[in-house]
């Protein structure tokens, strides 16, 4: 399960000319809409990194998944659980950031307690539980399996989340002005910018899954032979050298 | 424009520090393990 | 499966009966919660009363964190009893949740009773706080008895478990707080959509509970 090393410079180099790309839309070309004025260029990194922190948790789950089943065992899974989900709550963090920075202009406060910010910081929440169990030391399958289990858990409550969240903000909220419902009926223009948005950190994000999946990989193979390294540096320390 | 302007660079910038994180965690990782596990 | 579910059900209630943790530790512990609330809002001007269903839920939650901690305590001397004893892994997990909700009912009994009096508290439609509770305590206590055992014998285990419990507890707050509200407001037809959510996530979680504690028992 190696990523070929054209590969990943493909995807590196690809997020960075499409970062480039997106930014200078959503900054200089893409104008201003009517509803949010300037504003709405805030599409082009916010949807984008939500979405994303999904999908981190989404293959985090479906990791998970392919661990606990006999027959697709593999450490490998466990180790992209792991990984998926700290790109994913990287991207979920910046979610709760480009919200709130979003909202204080349009909205006037840094916070609300809109449904979808509501469920994304839930989300927040599950994720940090996740990686807090993956540092508990246990060995390897049992902390694999706890935390596979945990993920699935965790999978089952987000769509809970999402309907009493919603539900209670229909309640609470008089008039609350979604982020993205003023531009629903988005022009060409802005609709290039949210798909620039998009490729731009799609492609971040597997660049970044792919390497932290490989550290993820260095450090199981550290874990493993830690004690047999650290015996033979206590042995190289006592091997001296005699010059002839 | 300002929150523009923040949003755009708290975005581009956490990731770029988180990716600059990723790589030197891998390379310090990589200088421990004996040169046939690299 | 249920023969052994009655089985550790039974021993985990009269390991209570006999340590009175919960009689003496949580439910002490709740009511300070409520009384605590009392000190940090205004008691005067029927804040208390207003925010009622809330601060009810939120002692409960904070009551359900104890008694969960304390049902994997009793096991925490040695796990591998259980495991070896041959018991029917759903029936273990149906048996401790169920000593974890029998306790949870009590506590929210006697909750309720200090809702009712401290804070001025009107329940207008008691069947639909009594589906609330029943709901809630059932996914709470199968969503805690799943937690609890995934952060068994870990020695971090009082601080892990209620930053892994309470984000997914969280719509259960929210939902069971709504009904409640419906319920002291006297609109219990607003209570039942939140219903709906209690019951969804009790079916859930009950239902990964019997399915997965199995795998969870297994290890070492």
């Not at chain 3, 009392?38 to 809330?54: C, E, M, T």
């Not at chain 3, 009793?74 to 048996?95: H, K, T």
């Not at chain 3, 069971?176 to 859930?204: C, N, S």
Request: proline letters at 4%; one cysteine or more; a neutral charge.
């Amino acid at each position: 399960m190696t990523t070929p090393r054209w590969l990943t410079k493909a995807l590196g180099l690809g997020a960075l000319a499409f970062a480039l790309a997106a930014a200078i839309d959503g900054l200089w070309v893409m104008g201003p809409t009517a509803e949010q004025g300037d504003y709405s260029r805030l599409l082009v990194v916010h949807p984008p990194v939500a979405t994303l922190a999904y999908v981190g948790f989404g293959i985090t789950a479906l990791a998970s998944v392919l661990y606990l089943l006999p027959r697709t065992r593999r450490r490998e899974w466990d180790l992209l659980a792991g990984a998926s989900a700290e790109v994913g709550v990287v991207f979920c963090g910046l979610t709760l950031v480009t919200g709130s920075i979003w909202g204080r202009p349009v909205w006037g406060v840094w916070w609300t307690w809109d449904a979808r910010l509501t469920a994304e910081a839930l989300l927040f929440a599950l994720f940090l539980g996740y990686l807090a169990l993956r540092r508990v030391p246990a060995s390897e399958h049992v902390r694999a399996r706890r935390c596979a289990i945990a993920a699935l858990i965790a999978c089952l409550d987000i769509p809970i989340d999402h309907y009493a969240t919603s539900w209670w903000q229909t309640l609470h909220q008089g008039s609350s002005i979604d982020l993205l419902q003023p531009d629903k009926h988005l022009d060409t223009a802005h609709n290039i910018g949210l798909a620039l948005g998009f490729v731009a950190l799609g492609l971040a994000f597997a660049w970044l899954l792919v390497h932290r999946y490989r550290v993820e990989k260095l450090e199981a193979r550290y874990e493993d032979e830690a004690l047999s390294l650290a015996l033979e540096a206590r042995q190289a320390e006592g091997r001296v050298e005699v010059p002839v | 424009m300002s929150y523009v302007y923040a949003g755009y660079g708290v975005t581009f910038g956490a990731l770029a520090l988180y990716a600059l994180r990723v790589l030197a965690r891998g390379r310090a990782l990589r200088r421990t393990l004996p040169p046939d596990e690299r | 499966m249920w023969r052994d579910a009655a089985l550790v059900a039974g021993k985990d209630l009269r390991i209570e009966a006999r340590s009175r943790v919960a009689t003496n530790q949580v439910a002490p512990f709740a009511m300070l919660v409520l009384v605590l609330f009392a000190f940090a809002l205004d008691p005067n001007r029927g804040v208390l009363k207003q925010a009622a269903s809330g601060l009810y839920w939120v002692a409960v939650l904070f009551s359900a964190l104890l008694a969960v901690q304390r049902s994997a305590a009793i096991e925490a001397g040695d796990r591998d009893q259980l495991r070896m004893s041959g018991l029917d892994p759903a029936g273990v997990f149906l048996g401790k949740a169920g000593a974890v909700a029998a306790q949870l009912v009590a506590l929210e009994v006697l909750l309720g009773a200090g809702v009712v009096v401290l804070y001025g508290a009107h329940i207008a439609s008691v069947g639909l706080v009594v589906a609330a509770c029943v709901l809630a305590t059932v996914g709470l206590a199968a969503a805690g008895t799943l937690y609890a055992s995934l952060a068994a014998g870990l020695k971090v285990r009082e601080t892990l478990l209620p930053l892994l419990l309470l984000p997914v507890a969280a719509p259960v707050l929210l939902a069971a707080t709504e009904a409640w509200q419906a319920a002291l407001g006297g609109h219990p037809g607003d209570g039942t959509q939140w219903l709906e959510i209690l019951g969804a996530f009790a079916v859930i979680y009950v239902a990964f509970g019997v399915v997965g504690y199995g795998a969870l028992m297994e290890e070492a």
